[in-house]
């Protein structure tokens, strides 16, 4: 059994922009949390590229990310993703080499194939259009702009060449799952609203992984939703919140983050909420007693190396304590465990 405290923790981010608030509001918050994750002791902060959805504030990805390693002085920040077929490879090492230049160590560039958005969205961002299938040779173009010039090189990502800037493979899917496997490096699953494939797809990382100059094992990933309050009741109200969010998205009306709903239920037909509830099922919520086996046993399942958790909370103060409760649960599972093991005596 693997314990909760042998697993990395770390904050996924959108930067979500709330009913009654601006995007200048969300990029303030962001900080606020990527500060209070640091001082709590979370691996890193990830926001992710989402464009043409009012709620999420990260489309500008790169920017955000500057603007949060700046606000911070250790945590590691990073992209979880950025989404590649909307841009040029070398513009992505030129930007990545740029945040890696200015906050050295800090990094991390997580690359990912879907859109980000909706198609005619996703026109909007590419004015010439490339199949899907570029990703994997998109992905390879990026990494060789990060290695050290050598010769028939003409075309220099400048800053970039030359720095150890960590890529991650994202992916929901088999696809991100073998080609993080053939290029040796580590696998972040977007389980927390896309769960169907988890095992399938981290079984066939495993599986099929090639050592590189990167990376000796497989390193994985999953992305949780967590929603924790002091009890359960109220932790259930919070996540009404990120609910009604993808109830919208599920009706294809996108809107700011919601305030949260004392009966949700009243919100959705019998269809909808199983899509929610299938899309979001990767899910702890509840107080730090209710969490902790929850969060165990799906670590005993997957056997994650590192927990991405997510958590789009309306009031800004109870996402900070969700993410506060959410480490104490975790580093103190092994002693919560150790009590309860029978006496030897």
């Not at 043409?52 to 992209?79: D, E, K, L, M």
């Not at 890696?100 to 859109?115: E, F, K, M, Q």
């Not at 009966?263 to 702890?284: C, G, I, N, Q, Y």
Request: a negative charge; glycine letters at 8%; one cysteine or more.
């Amino acid at each position: 059994m693997k314990s909760l405290d042998d697993v990395k923790l770390s904050v996924l981010d959108l930067c979500p922009i709330v009913e009654g608030g601006t995007a200048a509001d969300a990029f303030r918050d962001a900080v606020d949390l990527a500060r209070h994750a640091e001082r709590l002791g979370y691996e890193r902060y990830w926001v992710a590229e989402h464009h043409n959805i009012p709620g999420v504030a990260s489309a500008a990805t790169a920017v955000v990310i500057g603007h949060v390693a700046g606000g911070t002085s250790r945590i590691r920040v990073g992209a979880g993703g950025i989404m590649l077929p909307n841009h040029a490879p070398l513009v992505i090492a030129e930007q990545f080499g740029t945040l890696a230049s200015l906050y050295p160590g800090r990094i991390d560039l997580g690359l990912g194939r879907a859109p980000g958005g909706d198609q005619r969205t996703a026109r909007a961002l590419r004015r010439y259009q490339e199949e899907v299938d570029a990703f994997p040779r998109d992905v390879r173009e990026v990494q060789n702009y990060f290695r050290p010039a050598g010769p028939g090189r003409f075309v220099h990502a400048i800053p970039g060449e030359g720095l150890d800037v960590p890529i991650w493979i994202l992916g929901s899917s088999d696809f991100g799952a073998r080609l993080a496997a053939e290029l040796g490096l580590p696998y972040a699953f977007a389980s927390h609203f896309a769960p169907d494939q988890l095992f399938d797809a981290l079984a066939i990382y495993r599986e099929n992984f090639i050592p590189s100059e990167a990376l000796e094992k497989p390193y994985a990933m999953i992305g949780v939703n967590a929603f924790l309050a002091d009890t359960d009741e109220a932790a259930v109200r919070l996540f009404s919140s990120h609910q009604q969010a993808i109830l919208n998205l599920v009706r294809g009306r996108p809107g700011l983050l919601p305030p949260p709903v004392d009966d949700v239920e009243a919100l959705w037909t019998p269809f909808e909420r199983a899509h929610v509830d299938k899309m979001t099922r990767v899910s702890v919520v509840g107080s730090p007693e209710t969490v902790r086996g929850r969060l165990q046993s799906l670590v005993n399942a997957v056997k994650p190396d590192e927990v991405v958790f997510s958590g789009h909370i309306y009031d800004h103060a109870a996402r900070l304590r969700s993410y506060d409760l959410l480490m104490q649960v975790c580093r103190t599972s092994a002693a919560a465990e150790a009590a309860s093991l029978p006496s030897s005596r």
